[in-house]
T-cell receptor
Framework: GEDVEQSLFLSVREGDSSVINCTYT??????LYWYKQEPGAGLQLLTY?????DMKQDQRLTVLLNKKDKHLSLRIADTQTGDSAIYFCAEITDLSGNTGKLIFGQGTTLQVKP | DAGVTQSPTHLIKTRGQQVTLRCSPKSGHDTVSWYQQALGQGPQFIFQYYEEEERQRGNFPDRFSGHQFPNYSSELNVNALLLGDSALYLC?????????????FGPGTRLLVL
């Protein structure tokens, strides 16, 4: 089946690292994504990782994937107040049929305290 | 490079009415997907359009219909509106030739049904 789960809330101090976790159930997931949503706005693509990778780093963002445990995490280094937002994990399953259907978690609200 | 645009930004309707939402994809993209995001939830896939045809559909009733035009823009129509249709409607565009079909989202249309 298709299901993506995330913890609902995370609070950190400015300058600390944030780690947002996500678990998924579909073993045929090919790509996993992280999106950011600020209040009243659409979704901004942050990064993605292919399922045959363990890690991807992009500036302050590090994505770790444990395919055996179906666990994905997003680490934000040196978290800033501007990082306060809702973060969504999403998976896309087998693309052989070119379905392109994203399955989202319920989102993690990141609160960054000055 | 214009991103994904949606109109209108906000809309208020009453139960039983019909609504049409519009989306213009990112320049160069040929595929449009629609998602519904209820308050406090992650986006849910409604359907996807490619080559002016519905390619895949999520678990939404037939009251939800769509269309894609030759210029790749798209419309989402919802008939016989229910209170539960109140949500943020997000459009995402992607390029079919790109294997992972990364989806880029517009700002959304916030629909309130009274």
């Amino acid at each position: 089946g298709e299901d993506v789960e995330q913890s609902l809330f995370l609070s950190v101090r400015e300058g600390d690292s944030s780690v947002i976790n996500c678990t998924y159930t579909d073993s045929s997931s090919t790509y996993l994504y992280w999106y950011k949503q600020e209040p009243g706005a659409g979704l901004q693509l942050l990064t993605y990782i292919f399922s045959n990778m363990d890690m991807k780093q992009d500036q302050r963002l590090t994505v770790l994937l444990n395919k055996k445990d179906k666990h994905l995490s997003l680490r934000i280094a040196d978290t800033q107040t501007g990082d306060s937002a809702i973060y969504f994990c999403a998976e896309i399953t087998d693309l052989s049929g070119n379905t392109g259907k994203l399955i989202f978690g319920q989102g993690t609200t990141l609160q960054v305290k000055p | 490079d214009a991103g994904v645009t949606q109109s209108p930004t906000h809309l208020i309707k009453t139960r039983g009415q019909q609504v049409t939402l519009r989306c213009s994809p990112k320049s160069g993209h040929d595929t449009v997907s629609w998602y519904q995001q209820a308050l406090g939830q992650g986006p849910q896939f409604i359907f996807q359009y490619y080559e002016e045809e519905e390619r895949q559909r999520g678990n939404f009733p037939d009251r939800f219909s769509g269309h894609q035009f030759p210029n790749y823009s798209s419309e989402l129509n919802v008939n016989a509106l229910l209170l539960g249709d109140s949500a943020l409607y997000l459009c995402a565009s992607s390029l079919s030739r790109e294997y992972q079909e990364t989806q880029y989202f517009g700002p959304g249309t916030r629909l309130l049904v009274l």
